[in-house]
């Protein structure tokens, strides 16, 4: 079992940046995949990042290609996403979530998932 609890959620301005952390419990964090997905209102859920067990491996959305980076600290059991260059369309709920497969965009291949941040983007 792994619970994740996410943070770093708010309010930022269009171009702004935001650091966003997800905590999980367990001994065996390197063992999964962690990933973060986002939901905007009225719309699906969007995969954003995926980072392997190892942190060697990365997928990216192409919406937030070079924007957005993914990275994680196993000693403290938390993966991060940073987030720059902020837009609108990026204010969403954002997830993360850990999956015992190699990084992927399928919602169905993460088992464990936190409750979401909020991330509202001003224009």
């Known amino acids: 079992q792994v619970q994740l609890v996410e943070s770093g959620g708010g309010l930022v301005q269009a171009g702004g940046s935001l650091r966003l952390s997800c905590a999980a419990s367990?001994?065996?964090?390197?063992?999964?995949?962690m990933a973060w997905f986002r939901q905007a209102p009225g719309k699906e859920g969007d995969f954003v990042t995926a980072?392997?067990?190892?942190?060697?491996?990365?997928l990216y959305a192409d919406s937030v290609k070079g924007r957005f980076t993914i990275s994680r600290d196993n000693a403290k059991n938390t993966v991060y996403l940073q987030m720059n260059s902020l837009k609108p369309e990026d204010t969403a709920v954002y997830y993360c979530a850990a999956s015992v497969y190699g990084p992927s965009p399928a919602r169905s291949l993460y088992t464990y998932w936190g409750q979401g941040t909020q991330v509202t983007v001003s224009s």
């Open positions: 367990g001994r065996t964090f390197s063992a999964y995949t």
């Open positions: 980072i392997s067990g190892g942190g060697g491996s990365t």
